[in-house]
Antibody
Framework: QMQLQESGPGLVKPSGTLSLTCDVSGVFVSSTKWWSWVRQSPGKGLEWIGEIYHNGNTNYSPSLKSRVTISIDQSKNQFSLKLTSVTAADTAVYYC????????????WGQGTLVTVSS | QVVLTQSPSASASLGASVNLTCTLSSGHSSNAIAWHQQQPEKGPRYLMKVNADGNHIRGDDIPDRFSGSSSGPERYLTISSLQSEDEADYYCQTWGTRIVLFGGGTKLTVL
């Protein structure tokens, strides 16, 4: 059974770079599916950040595209998120998620990790 | 670009049934959607996929108290025999060629 687990610093300084990793178990990241990052600011709804395919192709949210990079490391069976020039507005719980098949419904979620942007 | 619209809140009594609605924007009434549940202080949990023809496919271990249906651009989540643990936020989600989107969520209160 597939499992996802986010990890990374819980505190990032303003103007810095947020970096998170999603460890995948139970399936290879080389599988034919798109791997997503989603975030949720305190008290707010779910916001899709972007996704990556096993060959490195990416799609990003238009509102975050200029600051986001998602990458994949097949040797470590993980994919990663980098968000640059962060502000307090980027404080959120960050989730990695994936669909059962190629794309579509996100049926597997990590437990989430809180990232706070503060000096 | 597709937009998903959900009512901010809903309420129903313990043991009753409730319908939550997710409306697809014009031109996107053939989209399938997914429903996710988020209980307080927890991460999202996938409930089901609902197709435009009303067929729904529940996720693993999702009880059959949860069902889905469709009518035109609207996708429904019906929860029957409401339990206290059903009090949660419910989000619909869809996807396009290069994008994934969520509705704003509905906060369900079980009275």
């Amino acid at each position: 059974q597939m499992q996802l687990q986010e990890s990374g610093p819980g505190l990032v300084k303003p103007s810095g770079t947020l970096s998170l990793t999603c460890d995948v178990s139970g399936v290879f990241v080389s599988s034919t599916k798109w791997w997503s990052w989603v975030r949720q600011s305190p008290g707010k709804g779910l916001e899709w950040i972007g996704e990556i395919y096993h060959n490195g192709n990416t799609n990003y949210s238009p509102s975050l595209k200029s600051r986001v990079t998602i990458s994949i490391d097949q040797s470590k069976n993980q994919f990663s998120l980098k968000l640059t020039s962060v502000t307090a507005a980027d404080t959120a719980v960050y989730y990695c998620a994936s669909p059962k098949w190629l794309r579509g419904e996100l049926d597997c979620w990590g437990q989430g990790t809180l990232v706070t942007v503060s000096s | 670009q597709v937009v998903l619209t959900q009512s901010p809140s809903a309420s129903a009594s313990l043991g009753a049934s409730v319908n939550l609605t997710c409306t697809l924007s014009s031109g996107h009434s053939s989209n399938a959607i997914a429903w996710h549940q988020q209980q307080p202080e927890k991460g999202p949990r996938y409930l089901m996929k609902v197709n435009a023809d009303g067929n729904h496919i529940r996720g693993d271990d999702i009880p059959d108290r949860f069902s889905g249906s469709s009518s035109g651009p609207e996708r429904y989540l019906t929860i029957s025999s409401l339990q206290s643990e059903d009090e949660a936020d419910y989000y619909c989600q869809t996807w396009g060629t290069r994008i994934v989107l969520f509705g704003g969520g509905t906060k369900l209160t079980v009275l």
